[in-house]
Structure formats: C-alpha cells, structure tokens
C-alpha cells in the first residue's frame, strides 16, 4: 500500500457496532465501546489474549472520533481478545487539558471494570493500545500511579509533546491541547510522556518511517529517554495509517505484539 493512499483505506472501512457501550461519567463523549472475543464463526471465543483498551488519535480534536478504529477493535476481538475503544472528551467539545487526560484515566477504569469478568478467575493483565493522539494519551496515562495497565503498545504517537510543539505539528494542535498563555510551559512539561516515562511498565513503539503526519524522530527521541522500558520497532516505508488498518502487513505486526507475554 502506498503512503498515500493509508489514510483513505482505514477510512473507507465501514464502522462496526460494539456489543455493548459503557458510560463513565455524563458527558456524551465520556463512553467506552466493548467488543467481546469472537470464535471464527462469529461466536464467542475463549479469551486468548490481553484485555485491550484502545485509544483513537485526531490530534486531540473534536472532529476526529473512535469510530475509525471500530474495524480494528472488531479484529482485535477476532483474534480472541476483549477489547475497549475508548471515547474522551476533545478540544472543540468539553476536552483539552486537563479534561481530556482525566477522562482517558476513567475510561481505562471502566474498561477494567466491564472486561475484567471475560478472564475467568484471573487479574486481567491489561495492554493499553494508543494510536497517534491516542499513543500521546496512552503514554501519559500509563505513567500515572494506579491505572491498571500491564503494558503499553503505542502505535506511530506523539511521544515527545515539546517537539511536536516546536514542529507546529497540525497547524498547533499541541498549543490547542494545552491552551497558550501564562503557565504554558509548566503544562507543557507536565503533559509530555517523554519526560514521564512509565516506571516498570514495558512499553513497544511502532512507527513507520514514512510517516508525514507524526515524525518518527518523536518515538526515536522517546525511546533515548527510556532506553530500559521501551522498544522502538520501526516499520520500513510504512506511514501513518497502516498499522491501524485490519488486513495490512503493518497490522499484522500489531496483533503480533499484542499477542506477546506482557512481561516480555
């Protein structure tokens, strides 16, 4: 698939329905979407992977919601896995900082809280899966003491906040996020998962290096502040949409690692 043409593929996928939505707070966008495993025939499976809580990216805007990552839920759920999209207040509708992180915090609770009876007997390791934005959100989240999360796969994300500001990536959308004037810089600092690298939880990047819209020198100059914690897998001539989109090779790569021990 050609760079160019990654964006339309993943969009041009129909949306697919969830089994069931669960709010966690009152404002529409406070939800999280639930996608039970699936057998082959289109049953209910056996739970043979991680619980997943996937997080969207957009840049952090309104315009941009979870459904475009509803194909990949649904394939995730195929392979066996109980999977939460997750939905978050953003700039333009209620979301920007401090909104939005609190929300991504609740919405890994509730996600916890309606997989968590799917793994028998068993606490559930949890493998928090953010793609863009939602690698962004993903990072920092896990970073916070008492989210339940096992691991973190975060998938071509803007890893490095202060960069991304510096490149005025998306017309601004980090100045969006955070809101400019008095105090920009402390909330700058305290928003960027490169300076909170998540302590003793294993985080796997993949990015590709044809990426135009998230530089993959983001992850690069993550993965040099953690060298312990994270491992960097980058996708030769791969952009930004393709490891989201269910039937690429890039995917493929994705449900490999999520498929792998959360302590390896």
Known sequence: MRVADEESALLGLAPVAPDRTVAYGPHPDQIVDVYAPRAGDGGRAAVRGPLVVLLHGG????????????????ELAGQGMPVALAEYRRVGAGGGAPQTFEDVTGAVGAAYAALADTVADQDPAVVLVGHSAGGHLALLAAARPGTPVSRVLAVSPVADLARAHELGLSAGAVAELLGTGPGFAERLAAADPARH??????VT????TDDPDVPVDLSRRYAARSPGTTDLRELPGVGHYAPVTPGSPSCHTLVGYLNRPCST
Request: net charge positive; glycine share 8%.
């Open 59 to 74: 840049f952090w805007r309104a315009a941009y919601d979870r459904r475009h990552l509803s194909p990949l839920a649904a």
């Open 197 to 202: 690298p998540p302590a003793g939880i294993p």
């Open 205 to 208: 990047i993949l990015h590709g």
